[in-house]
């Protein structure tokens, strides 16, 4: 095959990565071609994700010095930008930056609290997401749809699962449940990592490798007098470099792996059925103290997972279903658990005499930890409207099961919603109710609270 060809075989690749899944009248986006053939070219690709949200907070929270049991807000979940570019299908760079979760009381730049033009929420730092060099060793020819690439740099292909390179483009939810980053904002960098990795294609086996050096942590662990009580927490030193990877057979359409960004769904464009698995390292990545000697422990992360997404019925309806189950297997060492929740508004209230939270203020709940976590979601493309054939309706549930040493009583989560696509991915409006435990110790879930968003989400 000839030089050219293999590069315009590479472009539509990366670009039926992005487009499927949007509007068709989209086509190569925000492009600039080097030359006419638009084999060289640098692709822009710019978006938003603003979030209304009403939040059933939990018990004993204040939300800027006021006790508050809901509140309501505005945010921006995502600002991005992402720039990459190919004069040759032998390397290419990548840039993606931008700006997360800005509230009206949280996420502003370093150092802003209070009253006034540096308070609370405002002027929110950007920083880069990705920033990675890659390196062709091996492209696809007419004879061999196989290739290799490795690559350097702030980088996001991952294991352990399919969603822990979820692109945010195009999730079926709202968002992603978030354990499937489970780093998340450790010892990573919003879900990246330093390092170098490799991916390819073998026949239909779609593979990632990767070698990072973690981002220092180094929290104190509480002093148990028992092994038992034990807590393990992050604080990895001199960080021991970490292992990784993930590998999905493609029975039936093939994805594309030009970006490290997997599709939450194609909404009724392509025919995918995926069985996958994954796997993370990182030795001495946690500490734990009883009576008074420390002791290192791994991180050990596994996850199995299945995605199909497929049109179905009268081809001129174009309905289609989503469904993704994954399984995770995590190990941080003992008891370890993080609570968190997204643009949390909250903080402890001390005078509150009730019973709080474990998990803390706000909308708080326990993220992940040493346990297995069950996750399933899935979706319907209802059929096209004669009168308007661009306006998409997709329904969706989720059910997530959390069996975590630190908590014995098993946590289930709902999530139901729906998608309104008004031009694909490109442009769509996505209502989601989420339930969420409240545990009032360990092992005795009291209580649940609820979330509802609203979301209004644009790419170009």
Not at 333 to 348: D, E, H
């Amino acid at each position: 095959m000839k030089t050219s060809s293999v590069i315009l075989f590479a472009l539509l690749l990366g670009s039926f990565g992005l487009n499927a899944q949007g509007s068709q009248d989209y086509g190569a986006g925000l492009k600039m071609n080097f030359n006419e053939k638009g084999s060289k070219y640098m692709r822009f690709v710019l978006w938003n994700q603003i979030w209304a949200r009403s939040i059933d907070n939990n018990p004993g929270t204040l939300v800027n010095g006021t006790p508050s049991d809901n509140t309501l807000d505005i945010s921006a979940r995502r600002i991005r930008i992402l720039a990459y570019s190919q004069i040759s299908p032998r390397y290419m760079v990548v840039l993606h930056f931008g700006v997360n979760n800005q509230s009206f009381v949280q996420g502003g730049g370093s150092a802003t609290s209070g009253t006034g033009g540096y308070g609370a929420g405002k002027k929110p730092q950007m920083f880069f997401h990705d920033a990675y060099s890659e390196y062709a060793i091996k492209l696809a020819t007419k004879d061999s749809p196989n290739t290799l690439s490795f690559g350097a740099g702030l980088h996001y292909f991952n294991g352990i699962s399919r969603m822990t390179s979820a692109s945010t483009l195009n999730f079926l939810a709202v968002d992603a449940p978030i354990f499937n980053w489970p780093l998340i904002e450790n010892s990573d960098q919003f879900a990246r990592l330093y390092g170098i990795y490799a991916k390819g294609k073998l026949g239909k086996l779609d593979y990632r490798l990767n070698m990072n050096k973690p981002f220092a942590t180094n929290l104190t662990p509480t002093n148990a007098s028992t092994s038992n009580a034990a807590i393990a927490v992050d604080n990895n030193g001199d960080s021991k470099l970490s292992t990784g990877g993930y590998a999905m057979y493609q029975f039936l359409d093939q994805e594309s792996n030009l970006l490290p960004y997997t599709v939450g769904t194609y909404v009724g464009t392509k025919r995918v059925f995926n069985l996958g698995a994954g796997f993370y390292n990182q030795p001495e990545g946690t500490i734990s103290q009883t009576n008074g000697l420390k002791s290192k422990h791994a991180i050990n992360s596994f996850a199995v997972d299945a995605f199909v997404d497929m049109p179905i019925g009268d081809k001129k309806k174009n309905m289609a279903i989503t469904a993704y189950s994954a399984l995770y297997l995590n190990d941080f060492g003992p008891n370890y658990l993080r609570n968190t929740g997204i643009m949390n508004p909250g903080t402890i209230d001390p005078a509150y005499t009730g019973t709080k939270a474990l998990a803390g203020a706000g909308n708080a709940r326990p993220l992940v930890g040493t346990g297995s976590i069950w996750y399933t979601q899935a979706g319907l493309l209802l059929p096209k409207n004669s009168d308007s054939p661009k306006l998409r309706v997709q329904p969706f549930v989720a059910y997530t099961l959390k069996q975590l040493d630190a908590l014995p009583a098993a946590g289930s989560y709902f999530d139901i919603g729906s998608n309104f696509y008004i031009d694909g991915h490109n442009s769509k409006i996505t209502l989601q109710y989420s339930s969420r435990p409240i545990y009032s110790s360990k092992d005795n879930i009291s209580d649940y609270k609820g979330e509802f968003v609203i979301q209004f989400a644009n790419y170009l």
